[in-house]
């Protein structure tokens, strides 16, 4: 492995690296990565401000410094979440300018307490409607690994920075994959915690009907660990605060689904880090439980209908509240907000309480195991331009983001947590991606897992953390 943000961390409380070298480093690091595309807007002095406000904490109130797990480690906010005071989002949008920067979410707060320093906001696509990260307003993401391909979607701008070693950890959001799909493109960890676990305040209102949660995406599961004990916990609504499961990791049942169907099959090679991956957990003395497609095809389906009906729906509501300018949105853009004003209160209850039903069978599932592995993506990360947004079939793009990662929607839309991690790589050096999926608040039964599928260092970072030796 090559460094992580908890090591990067150490190095800088221990004095062997300050946190403006840090910081210098990083933006080093973003020049020389300025072709991927990865950060959408930088702001050196406010990353500098940061990293010396740090340094003169360390100084002159070291309990403090060392109570931040995070303390003087550079980062970089997503362009579309937060908000995060001094950055200004834009949603990947040309229907909002580059001003301003409002006040901290209770999520960036949290961010700045356990001692990050921001530089910046990573690319997204507009409104984070795909899943790779190519707006129109120019910048097209590219995976440091092949920069030929995607790195994902939504939070693809998070992981290819994080991948190319620019930041050790950045923020991200998913509400359908958004961070585990291109945490999995690029060989990261990528949690999406149980539903109510992260703070959406304290402007949430019912924003995406609770299927988006926020974090990070990082390129270990201990990082994963830190950032979501640091983070997680009174979130204040509007679900209610999920209580930490008591875990016990002893002989566990894990469900194995390799089987995504023939609409959308998985290639061999990924299907096979999926059986491996249970096949390791196996040899730790675990049980593992075959999982027919037929148990969650219903669940599935309905999960792809709920995510483009309540994100179509928040999308003409965003816009008409805003008073936004709509004719210079992507015409895809366009497209998904007609189909929110169309759709009729009677069939957005009906998938309303279908996303209920797609639960209430998930927590049957979890009668029989404790843990399920599934695939996360159904091939390597798709060529650059693979989901074009200028067109106004919002059917088509919805299928092709299905074929890509078609289990990603199912911890949204359910509110379980999952969590993806590279196991391996294939014969072009891309990540073999696993998914792991537990009951409501058992992160950390997912993280353990993940973190002794990790141990078997079946991937290796390309490229190591600025700052850290290579």
């Not at 946190?19 to 950060?39: D, P």
């Not at 949204?412 to 050096?429: E, K, R, V, Y």
Request: aromatic share 6%; glycine share 10%; charged share 20%.
């Amino acid at each position: 492995m090559q460094g992580d943000a908890t090591e990067l961390a150490a190095a800088i409380r221990h004095g062997s690296l300050s946190a403006a070298e840090a910081m210098q480093t990083s933006l080093k690091r973003a020049a020389r990565h300025e072709s991927l595309g990865a950060i959408a807007y930088l702001d050196a002095a406010m990353g500098r401000a940061a990293a010396h406000a740090s340094e003169r904490e360390r100084q002159s109130a070291p309990g403090d410094f060392a109570a931040r797990p995070f303390a003087g480690v550079p980062t970089l906010a997503k362009d579309l979440g937060g908000p995060f005071a001094g950055l200004p989002v834009t949603a990947g949008s040309r229907l909002f300018e580059r001003k301003g920067g409002q006040a901290d979410s209770d999520l960036a707060s949290r961010f700045r307490d356990a001692g990050f320093c921001l530089f910046g906001l990573t690319t997204s696509p507009e409104f984070g409607l795909s899943l790779a990260s190519e707006p129109a307003t120019g910048l097209i993401c590219r995976n440091p690994l092949d920069p030929a391909r995607t790195a994902g979607g939504s939070s693809g701008g998070a992981a290819a920075a994080v991948a190319a070693g620019i930041v050790a950890i950045a923020h991200a959001t998913d509400a359908g994959g958004s961070i585990r799909v291109p945490a999995a493109c690029c060989g990261l960890v990528g949690l999406k915690p149980t539903r109510g676990a992260m703070p959406g305040g304290p402007s949430f209102g019912n924003h995406l009907a609770g299927i988006a949660s926020e974090l990070a995406v990082c390129r270990s599961v201990r990082d994963t660990a830190l950032i979501f004990n640091r983070l997680s916990g009174h979130a204040r609504g509007p679900v209610a605060d999920p209580s930490p499961a008591d875990i016990d990791n002893g002989r566990l049942r894990i469900g194995l689904l390799t089987d995504t169907g023939p609409a959308y099959p998985t290639e061999s090679d990924r299907l096979a880090a999926v059986e491996d991956a249970a096949r390791a957990l196996e040899s730790d003395g675990h049980e593992v439980v075959p999982l027919a497609r037929a148990e969650f095809e219903w669940s599935v389906a309905a999960s792809g209908r709920a995510f483009a009906d309540i994100v179509s729906v928040n999308l003409a509501a965003l816009i008409e509240m805003a008073a936004l300018e709509e004719s210079r949105a992507e015409s895809l853009t366009q497209a998904f907000a007609a189909r929110g004003r169309a759709l009729s209160a009677a069939k957005l209850w009906n998938t309303l309480n279908d996303a209920v039903l797609v639960s209430h069978r998930l927590w049957a599932l979890f009668d029989r195991v404790d843990c399920i592995v599934m695939p996360m993506l159904a091939s390597a990360p798709l060529a650059i331009g693979s989901f074009p947004s200028d067109h106004a079939d919002t059917d088509l793009h919805l299928e092709r983001m299905a074929a890509f990662a078609p289990l990603a929607c199912l911890a949204n839309i359910s509110g379980f947590p999952a969590l993806t991690l590279p196991f391996g790589q294939d014969q072009q050096a891309m990540p073999l991606p696993v998914q792991l999926m537990a009951p409501m608040s058992h992160e950390p039964r997912l993280l353990s897992l993940a973190a002794r599928l990790e141990a078997e260092g079946r991937w290796q970072h390309r490229f190591p953390v600025a700052g850290l030796p290579s």
